[in-house]
């Protein structure tokens, strides 16, 4: 028997929705994606200012700053020494070469030649600073800042032989730098005076200077007299440098 209209009608909707439906979609594996981290931003190398040079006499030191926002400042004095300020931070100060620096308890240092001979000296020149050992030829700044040092080549300005009550005095001149007492000017003033005047290098010469050092640094000369007996720190202070 044939079919009705309608029969036909949805057995050829059946089909077009047969042929319209697919497989099953079934979802794949769940991806995560992370973000990467972000590159850091390299910190800057600081750039340190420029070595710069002190000179007194014949000597030539190098100042080299360890902060980069200091600024190393020199004021010559009328004795040939210069004293150097370092505005910020810490810094290296390095011998000439073929010298060598040796720091001293009292935070001052010399600089010796190749025979151990004293060259030059730096001083403290102000509270809360030291000079400590950095290498054989170089020596580090430390302390409050501003740091300021005095630096001289000379310790001993004049030495005259002279004849005076009691037999020979060989009358002193130091140079201002000496005359502000550090470990440093008491190498210099020993070392140059005898080098100078050979005759002066005894145990006796060399207490009475260290007196005059400490206790009469303003006098215009400091008087030393070889026939004086060598005596004890405490004795030579009582006798206020002349032992009798």
Known sequence: MPR????????????LVASCTGPSLQSGPTTTVVAAAPTPTPTPTPVLP?????????????????????????TPVDDGSVRLSVSAGEAILTAPPGSTFR?????????????????????PDGPGVRLEQADPTSVRLIGTAPGSVWVASVAVQDAVWRTAEGGKSLAVTPSAWARAWSKAATVGLWSQLVAREPDADSPGMQAQLECHQLGAADKETWNLEPWRPDVSAVDMIAARCNPT
């Open 4 to 15: 009705s209209p309608l029969v036909v009608a949805l057995v050829v909707l059946a089909g």
């Open 50 to 74: 420029a070595p710069s040079a002190v000179t007194t006499g014949a000597v030539t030191l190098t100042v080299q700053p360890l902060d980069a926002t200091a600024a190393a400042t020199t």
């Open 103 to 123: 720091a001293l308890d009292d935070g001052s240092a010399v600089v010796e030649d190749g025979a151990a001979a004293f060259v030059a000296g730096v001083s």
